[in-house]
């Protein structure tokens, strides 16, 4: 979760203009914890006792880490491969060097592991505890967004312009000014409206816009366009009413990056899941990832308790079988003392009486 | 089962312990007032007041942001009524330059007037917001918006509005384009003036010509007209060209001065003695009638010497039509204004509901039930009091206080 939250939120700021002069890309706030990958004492080692094979993990797709740690061995079945084991839920997947698992890359360096090597992945355990603030200076958080849009004057439909900002480093404002202008209704779907986009550089891409949905990032739409912006849009359109987008003069003015951070509180980016067909299943949103964790926490901590007080009572029990066994009760010691004592009298009392019989006989005899 | 007392005493004092933690973990509970202290005492609760304080969070920082932009809304609308009262200030003045008995000397003096008035609808314009911007900036501007040019005053910022807040959108600034740029000119739908003479160019026109009105909105083509008078008087014709279709002719009638001509859904009216050649220009409303531009045109035109009656007529007319049609776009965004503080009065309340839903929310998941609290520890303590009590008594018992040896 802190991994995920930190890359996205330095993403973010990447994409926005700061309000250093002149202003540039917002530096990142966040700094967590490198991933690491540890050796196991029986690998291969080398004449002075290093180890032979080392690991290094990159993350490159922070949404999709897993909370969990991995077992990296060379696959016996196919040379060349490995398999990974997902402590957390023991899957096993069988993947080459270079291929992205679970959001992050591994790769080997120095010798070819051996048969029986094997290490333990832990791309984000250190995450969370050396999560720090790499920013001191509040000029250096990208509020404002590089692009402006504005809807021209002659425009007759009930546009406005909603928000506005970049969405991934696709965005160049050196493109700008844009210039998005409406036409009729799609012949393939009545609710939706055609629209072209033209550069500044000439060139024209063509869509069709559906209320609700944002303009400028539709890579999977044919034609594909995917300029790094999303500009969402209020009211309805009319033909030929255009929109303006511009590189931002002003952005001390502008906010347009800091209602995109506002987003990132209900965007479920942490720990989406690659299904077995390809598909990415949905992730968290921040605050259901913190508060779903802290409940875990607190269930396993509640299971705990209730074990310490099970062990506990079977502990008190097993002690007083043993002290029952081999401990002393002090009344019942008074009282065999006092037994004991008395029995002891009663036998020195026979020895008394022994003693005086021979006293009598020796002087019977000694007459 | 024989006993052994060393284990007595020990189980006697583990029970004493372990009483005496339970009654300090309900004494820590009443004094802090929740029940949860931390997330193992109950896990879903836990989760069920994380989310409620997350909740209560966002409606916090979206009742700042709706603060800041009623700060901004009241300042703008109150900027917006006092340009209202100098334009109609204006206004006056400029129904008193009609009187026919002025002289060119008078008409200065007004111009003067209104030229003073100007400066003071400039500042109210670039108004600051008090926190470093401007309230009609639109989209951002690092200068005062409005910059008094040579070519008359010029709108530096973006158009648009700044929006904040977390989970609704609430404007932060006002379209200074729109409220000052963008009235529409003419009465809405098209634009009437007076050209030149055909025959004479040098000449301006005798007659004048009103605002005109719709006649039947549904026969309006939006096309650009000319209407031509011909002939001397009384026996005069009128004919209504449009330029768009080339020229071709609409409408030809006698021309009275003061009755209407009425074509394609508009309706005119010719005043005063127009001559034989004179022209007047139809064209559609677009919305660029600028505020400053039209006082700076008053200014001219009644500085301006040795006018006839027609002109000045004519130019008064316009002008006096022309400051109607501002000040209307003026009034229209401050009722939009209005209406966004009424939004924000709705917002408010409807906020302060999800608050209390929420604080109520996980006030039910951590808080302490304080009867029920107060009862358990009173029973707790009663408990550890009985357990001294017994504890004192038993251990008393011994063999050795019945034995005196």
């Known amino acids: 979760m802190a991994a995920a939250f930190s890359a996205r939120v330095n993403d973010q700021q990447a994409l926005g203009l700061d309000l250093s002069n002149p202003p540039g890309k917002g530096p990142p706030i966040f700094a967590v914890g490198a991933p690491r990958s540890l050796p196991a004492t029986t690998n291969l080692r080398n004449p002075d006792g290093s180890f032979a094979v080392n690991v290094g993990l990159t993350i490159n797709n922070p949404k999709q880490l897993q909370a969990s740690s991995y077992k990296l061995q060379a696959d016996p079945a196919a040379p060349g491969s490995y398999q990974i084991t997902r402590l957390s839920d023991g899957l096993v997947r069988s993947v080459a060097e270079g291929d992205s698992v679970d959001g992050f890359k591994f790769s080997l360096g120095g010798a070819t592991p051996g048969p029986s090597d094997s290490f333990l992945l832990e791309p984000v355990s250190q995450a969370a505890t050396n999560m720090k ?38 965005v160049d404002p050196g493109k700008a000014p844009i210039k998005i202008a409406f036409g009729d209704a799609d012949p393939a779907d009545a609710s939706k409206l055609l629209y072209t986009l033209t550069l500044a550089d000439g060139t024209i891409y063509s869509g069709s816009w559906k209320a609700g949905q944002p ?18 849009l209020n009211g309805l359109p009319r033909k030929d009413d255009q929109i303006t987008v511009e590189a931002t003069k002003f952005t001390s003015a502008n906010n347009g990056n800091a209602k995109a951070f506002l987003n990132i509180q209900t965007e479920t980016f942490v720990g989406q899941r690659l299904q077995a067909d390809g598909s990415l299943a949905q992730g968290a949103t921040i605050n259901d990832a ?39 009760n002090l009344d019942e010691e008074a009282s065999r003392l ?14 008394q009486a022994a003693q005086s019989i021979f006293d009598e006989l020796l002087k019977l005899a000694a007459r | 089962m024989r006993l052994s007392t060393a284990n007595t005493f ?29 997330a193992s005492d109950d896990p879903t609760g836990a989760a069920r007041a994380e989310r409620a304080l997350v909740s209560i969070g966002r409606v916090d920082a979206n009742q700042r942001a709706l603060e800041a932009s009623r700060n901004s ?40 007037k209104i030229a003073g008035l100007r400066d003071q609808l400039l500042s109210i314009a670039n108004r600051p917001d008090g926190s470093g911007g401007y309230l009609f900036s639109g989209q951002g501007s690092a200068n005062p918006p409005f910059l008094d040019q040579n070519g008359g005053v010029a709108f530096t910022g973006v158009a648009g509005n700044i929006q904040t807040g977390n989970m609704d959108n609430f ?78 002719v609409v409408k030809t009638d006698t021309f009275t001065p003061g009755k209407a001509i009425s074509f394609d859904g508009i309706s005119t009216t010719i005043s005063g003695a127009p001559v034989d050649g004179d022209q007047f220009q139809i064209k559609p409303s677009t919305n660029t009638l600028k505020v400053f531009d039209v006082i700076d045109r008053t200014v001219a035109e009644l500085r301006t010497p040795l006018r006839g009656q027609a002109e000045i007529s004519q130019s008064n007319s316009g002008r006096i039509r022309d400051l109607d049609a501002v000040m209307g776009n003026l009034q229209n965004v401050r009722s939009q204004v209005g209406e966004r503080m009424n939004n924000l009065d709705g917002t408010e309340s409807r906020m302060a509901a999800l608050k209390q839903y929420s604080k109520s929310e996980q006030s039910a998941a951590e808080d302490l039930d304080m009867t029920q609290g107060i009862s358990e520890f009173q029973n707790q303590q009663t408990g550890y009091d009985t357990a001294l009590k017994t504890y004192a008594m038993v251990q008393r018992m011994t063999l050795f206080q019945y034995i005196n040896v």
């Open chain 1, 133 to 170: 603030r790499s920013l001191d200076q509040a000029t250096g958080i990208a509020a404002a967004s590089p692009l402006t849009a504005r809807s021209e004057v002659g425009n007759k439909g009930t546009m406005t312009v909603d928000s506005m900002y970049a969405v991934n480093s696709n």
């Open chain 1, 215 to 232: 303009i400028g990032n539709s890579p999977n739409a044919s034609p594909p366009i995917d300029l790094g912006f999303e500009l969402k």
């Open chain 1, 290 to 328: 913190y508060a779903s964790a802290m409940s875990d926490i607190g269930s396993r901590v509640q299971g705990a308790t209730y074990l310490s007080s099970v062990s506990t009572s079977v502990a008190a029990n097993a002690e007083a079988e043993r002290s029952g066994q081999s401990g002393v």
């Open chain 1, 338 to 351: 006092m037994q004991y004592q008395q029995g002891y009298q009663a036998a020195a009392k026979v020895l």
């Open chain 2, 10 to 38: 020990n189980a006697s004092i583990a029970n004493l312990q372990q009483r005496q933690q339970k009654l300090q973990e309900t004494q820590q509970q009443l004094t802090s007032g929740k029940k949860i202290a931390s």
């Open chain 2, 73 to 112: 809304m009241t300042l703008s609308e109150s900027a917006l009524g006092d340009a209202n009262e100098l334009l109609q200030q204006m206004r006056e003045a400029m129904v008193a330059a009609g009187n026919a008995s002025y002289s060119d000397a008078e008409r200065a003096g007004i111009a003067n």
């Open chain 2, 171 to 248: 404007p932060l600034s006002i379209n200074g384009e729109q409220a000052w740029m963008q009235a529409p000119t003419g009465n809405g739908n098209f634009e009437t003036m007076a050209l030149k003479n055909a025959l004479n160019p040098l000449a301006s026109a005798k007659g004048w010509i009103d605002a005109g009105r719709v006649s039947n909105p549904s026969a309006l083509t939006g096309h650009n007209y000319y209407i031509g008078v011909n002939g001397t008087a009384p026996t005069q014709t009128y004919s209504v060209y449009d330029s768009d279709l080339g020229g071709a």
